[in-house]
């Protein structure tokens, strides 16, 4: 496509790559049928998805359609440009070097902005630069209680309908600590910010199955925030990834332990909590002794929680309680060949689950299934399935689709009684597709 190259603000320095559909795509976090439709709202003319996929997959597109994906990647916060200028984006006290008349490049990146397909209203990062670079400290604070709220929506929503907000809210935060003017106190918080978002953005792409691009948010979210010093959110995004790694089969174990060595015995106690909890998950699925420290880590995840029930926490962890302590032991018990000990442990905490959150209710399900397939009880076990299957329909996310098809292959090896037949063709008719990176 000639010389044609954009800015990937998606790292942390906005090195400058050739142009692709598909990396221009990969950028906005929309799908191959999302990105086809907002193509052709831009260029005024329809791109069917497959005609779409043909350009992915090789075939040259016409003009028209290069410059409509080049506005629509614009409109999500991911300027395009037609030259090599490098942006620094995201670091301590960087400066913007988008050209020659900034307040102008500015203006227009912020108009671009505001057309994001309707899906967010302008953020209030750029709102802040629309009218002038000065900014208080105050504003680092505003930032993260309105990630607090968006944070909320995962509760209730998969990673394909959250993924675009949190990533257009990081690129905001990041054009905002490059441009403001600001305090180096008040630069440090918003480079906190960042690594905060990064996370929140590489748990919905790891949610809907991008496991490339949740790698890479949560290394610029452990680089960042060791940048600026911060032990809980480093021992975070290493935890993140070494439950990255897990779900693509690589070593994990070492980077759960250098999380909570990160963390340190000072962090708050639900950060402590939480870091244990997934060390504990993690150590589970390892070989050897791993029953003996998995339970240790649980022990010591119990042990933090104890310590000040009303002591303050990042919003990031405010989510750990009792509950969610059980349920991970009832997994972990699961896993550890304890399927007896598990169930009424599982049954005990997802008995007041809300189920309007469906998807992570729908996961800690498959656990108490599969400890039902464990001892036997096939029947108990479907009826289970059946619940995640009703609770899952819907939910744009890939993990309880991965956990269901896990469950209908331990039936359907055992029995093929009509129950577990039902229950295949009910699963077929809501499992989501994988959706394409």
């Known amino acids: 496509m000639g010389e044609v190259f954009y800015l990937n603000l998606r790292n942390g320095i906005g090195d400058v790559v050739p142009e692709s559909l598909a990396a221009l795509r990969q950028l906005t976090g929309m799908s191959p049928s999302e990105f086809a439709t907002a193509i052709a709202a831009a260029a005024g003319e329809p791109v069917p998805t497959w005609v779409y996929m043909a350009y992915e997959d090789g075939e040259t597109p016409p003009a028209a359609i290069v410059s409509a994906a080049r506005r629509v990647a614009a409109a999500a916060g991911n300027p395009v440009t037609t030259s090599k200028r490098q942006c620094q984006i995201g670091l301590p006290g960087a400066v913007s070097q988008v050209g020659d008349d900034e307040d102008v490049q500015r203006r227009e990146f912020l108009t671009a902005s505001i057309g994001l397909a309707g899906l967010l209203s302008v953020s209030p990062q750029l709102t802040h630069l629309a009218t002038g670079r000065n900014i208080g400290s105050q504003v680092p604070d505003l930032l993260r209680q309105r990630l607090s709220r968006l944070r909320r929506l995962d509760d209730y929503l998969g990673g394909a309908d959250t993924y675009r907000v949190y990533l257009a809210e990081l690129q905001a935060t990041k054009t905002l600590a490059a441009q403001a003017a600001c305090a180096e106190t008040t630069r440090v918080e918003l480079i906190k910010l960042i690594s905060e978002q990064a996370q929140q953005a590489g748990w919905a792409a790891f949610d809907v199955g991008w496991h490339t691009t949740a790698t890479a948010l949560y290394e610029e979210s452990l680089s960042t925030a060791r940048t600026v ?38 962090a708050p106690p639900r950060v402590r909590a939480l870091l244990n909890e997934r060390r504990a998950w993690v150590l589970a699925h390892q070989a050897g002794r791993a029953e003996t420290s998995a339970r240790r880590a649980l022990d010591t995840a119990e042990a933090a929680l104890g310590d000040d029930a009303t002591a303050p926490s990042p919003d990031w962890a405010s989510w750990v309680d009792q509950a969610e302590l059980q349920i991970m032991t009832g997994r972990c018990l699961t896993r550890l060949g304890h399927s007896n000990q598990a169930i009424p442990v599982l049954e005990n905490a997802l008995d007041s689950f809300d189920d309007r959150q469906a998807r992570d209710k729908a996961l800690y399900l498959t656990w108490l299934a599969e400890a039902w397939i464990a001892t036997g009880d096939l029947e108990q076990a479907a009826a289970v399935t059946g619940q995640v299957i009703s609770l899952a329909n819907g939910v744009a996310s890939v993990r309880p689709a991965q956990r269901i098809a896990f469950l209908l292959r331990g039936l359907q090896a055992r029995s093929s009684a009509p129950y577990v037949t039902a229950l295949a063709d009910r699963a077929a008719a809501i499992t989501p597709a994988t959706w394409r990176e």
Do not use: H, M
């Open 229 to 266: 010093g911060d032990g809980p959110l480093e021992a975070n995004a290493l935890a993140l990834l070494a439950y990255q790694n897990l779900a693509t089969g690589q070593p994990a174990a070492s980077l759960a332990e250098a999380s909570c060595q990160a963390a340190g015995k000072t």
